[in-house]
Each structure stands twice: as C-alpha cells, then as structure tokens.
C-alpha cells in the first residue's frame, strides 16, 4: 500500500502558523543531523513485527526529508560500537530498549510510548499500530510534519540543523472507535497518518494486517441496518408469513418479527454464516433498518413493546441473536442502534454485558444543526438514561449540516466541537462523524475531516487552534484570505445562534451579501496561489461550494441572470473537475436535475403572483428522491407556467415527490393553510387511487393525508386539487 511519505516543502505563512498539536511537559533534545549529514541511526529488534518494520520507515523517511540526510535502519544485531555514539532511535521491543530499565507503562491496543534514557529515544506501543502511533505522534506533535489531505502532499518542515525537542509521554487514546465518515476521509493512507479508528467499510477493509488493521465489521455495508441483511429468505413469505414483520397491516420480506422463535434462530444462521465468510471481524450489528416506522407491530411484538419501549423490544431480541452467535463466535462484540424508534433505552431489559449501542443524534442536529445537544432536552435524557442501566455507548453524529445540500458552507465547526465534548465527558467510548459519504465535495471538507480527526485522537485539543493550524499550513499564501473567509462564517453562526432558539425552525441562510463577500475572499485565495495548482484547486474546491449557495439562492433581479448562467456554467466545469458524484443524500447520484431546476427558477424570476398568504411550493426546489422504479424526473410540459413538472411513475409506494421546509421561506407556524395541487393524468389503465399526498412532521408522522382518484383529474389539462387543512410545524416536508 503506497504511503504518503513525498518529500515536499509547502509554502506557509509562518507568523500565522501554528502547531496546535504541540505536546506540553518537559523536552530533551537530539541533535539528529546537520547539513544533511545524519548523527542518529534507527535499530530495530532483531526479529521484529511488520509493525515495527514499517513504523522504522515512517520514521526514516519523515527524518530523511526533513534533513535532507539518510538515516540507516539497523538490525539491533549489527548496532556495532560505531553507532554508539551517535543518538539511537530505538523502534519496538529492542534489548535495548529492555536494559534501559524504562518501566513499560499500560497502553491500549493503539496506544503508545515515547521515553527517553541517555542519548536513546524507544518508540513502542500497543498490538493495533501502538509503534507506528508513536513515530507518527514524535513526527507530527513534537517536529510539526502534517498529513492534512489526500489531495497534498505530506508537509516535512526542513531544517538545515535538526536538532529535535521531544517530550517523552504515553498515550492512550480515550476513544476506541475514531470514525470519520466522509469520502475525502476514506482514503487508507490518510486514514493512518491521522490515527482514524474505523470500524465500517469502505476504509475497515483497506487498512492491511501490517499495519494492525482494524476493529471492524464484516464484509460491506454491516454495520447498521441489517435487518434487510439477516430477515429470513423472501421465498418463505408465503409460506411462513409470521418470520416477517408486520407493519401497516403487511408483511415485509426485507424485515424481521421479534417475538417469532424460528425467525430468531434463521436470523443467528445468517449472521453466523456471514462471520463463516469474514472470519477476522470483531463487531456485528443487529440492528432495525432505517425509517421511523420499521419495527413489527404483530400482536406479541406490539405488546412486548408497550411493556418495555420499542427499544426493549428489539435488545429482547439482539440479547437473544447475541447468545447463539457467541456459541462460535465468544469474541465478536454485537452491537445495535439506539435510533429513532429505539432512541430510548428499555424500562427493565438490559443489553447484554459486551453488547454495543450506537446512540444517533438524530433527534437534536437534524433539527438543531446550529444548536448545541446542551440547548436541547431530548437527548440529553436519552444519553442520560441509556448510561443509567449501564450501556457501553459509541456516538452516531452527523456533522454535515443538510443532507439535501452537500455543498452548501455550514458554519457549524464549534457547534461541533462543543457537542463533542460534552459526549466525552459523558463517557462514551466511540464516536462516528456521519458527513457526505457519497461524494467529493463538501464544503471546508478536507479542514474539518482534519479537524474531526484530531479532535476524536485527543478531545482536549482546541478546535480554533486546529483551524488556524490547517488554514495557514494548508492554504499556504492563500491561508490568511481563507481564515478571514472561516471567519466570515463563524460570525454567521454567532449572529443567529445570538438571535435564536432550538426547535423554533429557523433557518441559517446565505444571502447574496454574504456570498459576495465570501467569494471576494475567495478571489484573493486564488491570487495568492495563482502558481501553485495544487493549492489553487484546493481553493476552487471552496469556490465550488459558494457558487453551489449562489445558485440555489436564485437571481437576485432581471440583470443578473447573465452572471447567473457563467457561474451555472463555472460551477459545471468544477463539478466535472473535481469528480462530484453527488449533492444530495435522497437524490444520489443525479446531478442533473439540479441544472435543470436552476433554469426554472431564473427563467421564472419575475413572474411570481402570490399573496403574503399563499406558498408556493416551486417546482426548482421540489426533491426527487431515488427510490428504484419508483423514481421521479422533471419533463417538459407546455401546460405549465415554468416550462416542466414532474413525472412521477404509476404505482409509486414512496414519498417520491418532496418539498422541504427549508426552502420556504415565508413560513407561519401560526396560520392554518389549505394545501392544493395542480395534477394532469399521463397514461392510465384502470380507475381508482393514483396519488397520495400530504404534509409530514418528522416528529409526529403525518399531518394531512389524502389519496386522489383518477375521476378528479384529467388527461388534458392540469386540475385544481384540494388536500386539505394544516397548521404547519416548525419543522415539515411535503
């Protein structure tokens, strides 16, 4: 696996850089090299791991670059009388390192030591990359290297003279799982460098043995939601409908009955023959598919859950799965998800002893992105009361801001990195950043995967200080534009969270005032590395983002929709050079339909009649989730004011046309509203219902519900329909 050891020098703004990582306590000094002559050599056991092998190249090469001068690796068997002058870099369990007489202090499996005797300098560590902690902690903490992005070289700051301060310490990471789920994260050779912990694929399986490999699940997408996964074969449906869970007076083949004894023992087959399969796997989930409504509603399980809590019912069953799968697999940890209809823990049942939960944020940042978990009771009794019956407990946050726009800056680093460490102080042993897993793209990606990196490694750092680091070392020339441009930001952040409160449904937006000084900071980044392509597309990728917020803001008036299309036209070419994939969770991978929503919405600009008391809900903001067959896509219509509507496939089971409360924005909470649509039939066979329509609160359910039949519509022209009355919720879609 190829390493990120290129020797490279970046530019920086040294007045402004600092080393937020920058260990404290008492140093010793090494003098290693001068005039890129080498004074130290690096022993290694004379048998040693492929852990220690390759900690001893890490460490060669990050000295090597920095000094410019080649540091030998010896076998501790030929550290001959010649070398025993010069200062000794010992890596891994050397004899050396045992007649030192250096008491070995208790480390986790990624932990690690650094001690000092004399002019020898021991690098050793736990089983799980303890040595190559140890040379990555000397090398970024104490000499200031930085691995801070797939898309940069690694930064070794030369010196003619090295002459080394370290502070011998040990260290044990508090956090076992340091997940950072982001695809710019997802690259094995960052992954490393930055002391991530993943136990999810796709990085758990691309991190080699060698290396001390991970904690992980097995095999692909294991980790949550496995009930599709583990439910007895679909064929059995019809003969044994009752292994299936009932929900909404149907049996689902994809889900799973709790109370049902023979679909709990088909259930520990499957998992078992999934760990048959993956062998080295330590962790296994057991766990509900997504949605709010996914649990079985059978007589047995609807009564099991009025006594214990949803939640109850389902670690009833975990605990059950659990005991079967332990009688060949003792050392595999099953864990389970505390999560919308789980959220809660059980009134009397309790997890097993090992048995893991992963407790989502869910119902704080989806909701309160700008808020702190402090500012919010919900979870706050959540935490509270699955760490009362005693629950081992990994985090499941989301760090992305809007899940329906990737792209779009979300000034929510301290929001961040309070919520964080509060969960810390709350003792929890795991953390997962959920953030855009799909695609490149997000904004300040590569910044706050840095951030969040080291933030989970040691959650006493500072997050203002890890910026300022990443902004000035990073961006290099362009760095003090780019803080200025993260300033910008944050003070959008404290002028609403000053002006606002939780649950309230305000929304943080980006106004072309802000955009247009934001991209005049952007414009001076850009000068500034004008030379350097490398850093100058790390600029673009930002400039990315903030032309993404400019045009879902729309044209401002009739003379700005020639500057409309060039940035329309600038933003396709940085989507296409940056590879893109995605700009939404629901939509996936269409990025087309984004385009043509644009175009819409200039092309309409000007021309919309509605009174303070109506909404209109656009067809440039309408999101079309992916939803298989069942997909909807925008098609030209001459009937319609904008030129389009959507088509939606006949049969359609899903919420397959949606419209956010986000992208309202004249919206009264206090006003009773009557929901109408304009419909037109396409192809029909047959009678009878043909949409469903309504208004949901995620926190409720469903507000207003209504099936239309075929006999209201016509396949001429488009028909007024009434849906109803509804007092609308803080927080809603449609």
Same mark, same amino acid.
């Given at each position: 696996?190829?390493?990120?050891?290129?020797?490279?020098?970046?530019?920086?703004?040294? /007045?402004?850089?600092?080393?937020?990582?920058?260990?404290?306590?008492? /140093?010793?000094?090494?003098?290693?090299?001068?005039?890129?002559?080498?004074?130290?050599?690096?022993?290694?056991?004379?048998?040693?791991?492929?852990?220690?092998?390759?900690?001893?190249?890490?460490? %060669?090469?990050?000295?090597?670059?920095? /000094?410019?001068?080649?540091?030998?690796?010896?076998?501790?068997?030929?550290?001959?009388?010649?070398?025993? @002058?010069?200062?000794?870099? @010992?890596?891994?369990?050397? &004899?050396? &390192?045992?007649?030192?007489?250096?008491?070995?202090?208790?480390?986790?499996?990624?932990?690690?030591?650094?001690?000092? /005797?004399?002019n020898a300098l021991f690098f050793t560590g736990g089983e799980r990359r303890g040595p190559i902690n140890a040379v990555i902690a000397?090398?970024?903490?104490? +000499?200031?290297?930085?691995?801070?992005?797939?898309?940069?070289?690694?930064?070794?700051? *030369?010196?003619e003279e090295l002459t080394v301060s370290v502070v011998p310490r040990s260290y044990s990471p508090i956090l076992e799982m340091r997940d950072v789920y982001h695809v710019e994260a997802q690259d094995p050779d960052w992954a490393i460098m930055n002391r991530i912990s993943s136990a999810v694929d796709p990085l758990s399986l691309e991190i080699p043995s060698a290396y001390?490999?991970?904690?992980?699940?097995?095999?692909?997408?294991?980790?949550?939601?496995?009930?599709?996964?583990?439910?007895?074969? &679909?064929?059995?449906?019809?003969?044994?409908?009752?292994?299936?869970?009932?929900?909404?007076?149907?049996?689902?083949?994809?889900?799973?009955?709790?109370?049902?004894?023979?679909?709990?023992?088909?259930?520990?087959?499957?998992?078992?023959?999934?760990?048959?399969?993956?062998?080295?796997?330590?962790l296994f989930s057991i766990s509900q598919n997504d949605g709010s409504s996914v649990l079985c509603r059978c007589e047995d399980c609807l009564a099991f859950s009025e006594k214990e809590n949803d939640s109850g019912l389902?670690?009833?069953?975990?605990?059950?799965?659990?005991?079967?799968?332990?009688? %060949?697999?003792?050392?595999?940890?099953?864990?389970?998800?505390?999560y919308l209809q789980t959220f809660m823990p059980p009134k009397t049942i309790r997890p097993d002893g090992d048995t893991l939960i992963w407790l989502a944020t869910d119902r704080h940042v989806w909701h309160?992105?700008?808020?702190?978990?402090?500012?919010?009771?919900?979870?706050?009794?959540?935490?509270?009361?699955?760490?009362?019956?005693?629950?081992?407990?990994?985090?499941?946050?989301?760090?992305?801001?809007?899940?329906?726009?990737?792209?779009?800056?979300?000034?929510?680093f301290k929001v961040i990195e309070e919520n964080f460490k509060y969960l810390v102080e709350q003792g929890i042993s795991g953390i997962f950043f959920q953030d855009n897993f799909l695609s490149i793209g997000g904004s300040r990606a590569t910044m706050k995967?840095?951030?969040?990196?080291?933030?989970?490694?040691?959650?006493?750092?500072?997050?203002?200080?890890? +910026?300022?680091?990443?902004?000035?070392?990073?961006?290099?020339?362009?760095?003090?534009?780019?803080?200025? *441009?993260?300033?910008?930001?944050h003070q959008e952040w404290e002028s609403f969270h000053r002006s606002n409160r939780p649950n309230q449904g305000a929304v943080l937006h980006l106004d072309r005032a802000f955009i247009n000084e934001a991209l005049a900071l952007i414009d001076q980044a850009k000068a500034a590395v004008i030379?350097?392509?490398?850093?100058?597309?790390?600029?673009?990728?930002?400039?990315?983002?903030?032309? *993404?917020?400019?045009?879902?803001?729309?044209?401002?008036?009739?003379?700005?929709? %020639?500057?409309? +299309?060039?940035?329309?036209?600038?933003?396709? &070419?940085?989507?296409?050079?940056?590879?893109?994939?995605?700009?939404?969770?629901?939509? +996936?991978?269409?990025?087309t339909t984004k385009f043509t929503q644009w175009r819409i919405g200039m092309n309409l600009f000007g021309k919309e009649n509605c009174s303070p008391s109506v909404i209109e809900l656009q067809i440039k903001d309408v999101l079309l989730p992916k939803v298989g067959a069942a997909t909807c896509r925008l098609t030209e219509e001459p009937l319609s004011d904008s030129g389009y509507a959507v088509y939606q496939p006949g049969m359609s089971t899903n919420w397959s046309i949606q419209w956010d409360r986000s992208a309202i924005d004249d919206y009264r909470t206090t006003e009773t509203y009557v929901l109408q649509l304009r419909v037109k039939l396409g192809d029909l066979t047959g009678s009878g219902s043909v949409l469903m329509c309504g208004v949901w609160d995620p926190e409720v359910g469903s507000l207003l519900e209504r099936e239309i039949d075929s006999s209201e519509l016509s396949q001429d022209e488009f028909s007024w329909v009434t849906v109803g009355e509804v007092k609308l919720p803080a927080s809603s879609s449609w």
């Open positions: 696996m190829p390493l990120l050891f290129a020797f490279s020098i970046l530019t920086a703004c040294a /007045s402004e850089r600092i080393n937020a990582l920058a260990p404290n306590g008492q /140093s010793v000094e090494f003098k290693l090299a001068v005039n890129e002559k080498a004074f130290g050599v690096i022993i290694l056991p004379e048998f040693p791991t492929p852990q220690e092998v390759i900690a001893a190249d890490m460490l %060669k090469e990050g000295l090597d670059s920095m /000094s410019g001068a080649t540091f030998n690796i010896i076998p501790e068997p030929l550290y001959a009388e010649e070398f025993r @002058s010069m200062p000794v870099l @010992s890596v891994g369990n050397t &004899k050396l &390192k045992e007649a030192s007489g250096l008491l070995v202090p208790e480390l986790s499996a990624e932990g690690y030591a650094l001690q000092a /005797s004399g000397f090398l970024e903490e104490d +000499l200031g290297c930085r691995w801070y992005s797939r898309f940069v070289p690694a930064y070794y700051p *030369y010196e001390g490999g991970m904690l992980r699940y097995p095999g692909r997408q294991l980790f949550a939601h496995t009930f599709y996964r583990l439910a007895p074969a &679909k064929e059995l449906l019809s003969s044994h409908p009752e292994y299936f869970a009932l929900i909404n007076g149907e049996r689902q083949f994809n889900n799973i009955c709790l109370s049902n004894e023979e679909a709990l023992r088909i259930v520990a087959d499957n998992a078992i023959k999934i760990l048959d399969a993956d062998p080295d796997a330590r389902l670690i009833n069953f975990v605990n059950q799965v659990a005991e079967l799968i332990h009688r %060949k697999y003792p050392d595999v940890q099953i864990s389970t998800l505390a309160n992105k700008y808020f702190y978990i402090t500012e919010t009771e919900e979870f706050q009794e959540a935490l509270e009361s699955w760490r009362a019956i005693g629950a081992k407990i990994h985090i499941w946050d989301y760090t992305f801001g809007d899940n329906a726009n990737w792209l779009t800056p979300i000034p929510n995967d840095w951030a969040l990196a080291k933030l989970a490694w040691d959650p006493t750092l500072e997050m203002d200080d890890l +910026l300022r680091d990443f902004t000035f070392g990073y961006y290099g020339a362009a760095g003090p534009s780019i803080w200025k *441009y993260n300033q910008l930001l030379n350097d392509p490398v850093l100058l597309a790390e600029v673009e990728r930002e400039e990315t983002c903030l032309l *993404y917020a400019r045009l879902e803001n729309g044209v401002t008036n009739l003379a700005d929709k %020639k500057a409309y +299309l060039e940035d329309m036209d600038q933003f396709r &070419k940085y989507v296409e050079k940056f590879e893109i994939k995605s700009f939404a969770e629901p939509t +996936l991978t269409d990025t």
